[in-house]
Every structure is written in C-alpha cells, then in structure tokens.
C-alpha cells in the first residue's frame, strides 16, 4: 500500500523560506507523476509544481521563479523548496502521485489526475 506522508511546514515571516518533503513508502505498479499542490482556506486545491518520473520539473506559474521541485528517487523523497515566501503562499500543501497517463506532469495540474494523497503539511506566511 502506498503512504504519502508530508513533513516541513511551519509558520515563517515573508521573504523567508521552507523546504517541504514528501517520504514515498510502498510500490508503484506503473510509473507515477509526483506532485505538490495547495488549498488555501476557501479556495479550490491548486497545483503548484510536479516531476515526471525521471524527475524532470514542471513548476506553476503562480511559484515559477521562487520555488522548486526535486524527486530523490534513491531516498523515495520529493521536495519542494519554497524561497520568497509570500503572505499568498499561505495554505495546506499536499503531496500527491498520479498514475502515469501521459500529459499530467507537463501541464495544469489537475486534481482528477492524482489518486494518491498525503495528509498535509501547514504553512503559514505573516507579512
């Protein structure tokens, strides 16, 4: 059985930064997208970064140039590095995996397209 289980947020002042991993346990049968996605308090969940299987990144716009994706799969670990923390930036992000079905990892993020979840990781952004 596949677990996601995030770790690394926290409560930060803006311009900072965080690091959040996402620790991959179980097997995949298939090959996966592997995302980060965010859903702030009522507002729909929204894609914030993925990387294919061989790790290549795909990072929304809303993040492009503050954030980045990494996939270790020697330690089965995603990370995403969040620097310039905004206040915006707020939210519960969600590690998520996707059975591989061809363009979900190089394009919007879709919710449908990822059956696997983690619980969340909080971060909080004060201005």
Known sequence: Q???????GGSVQAGESLRLSCAVSGHFDSPVC????????GKKREGVASADSDGRPNVMNPVKGRFTIDLNKAKNTLDLQ????EPEDSAMYYCAAGVWSGGQCYRGLLV???GYWGQGTQVTVAS
């Open 112 to 114: 449908s397209d990822f």
């Open 34 to 41: 592997m995302a980060w996605f965010r859903q702030a308090p």
């Open 2 to 8: 596949v677990q996601l289980v995030e770790s690394g």
């Open 82 to 85: 969040m620097s310039s923390l």
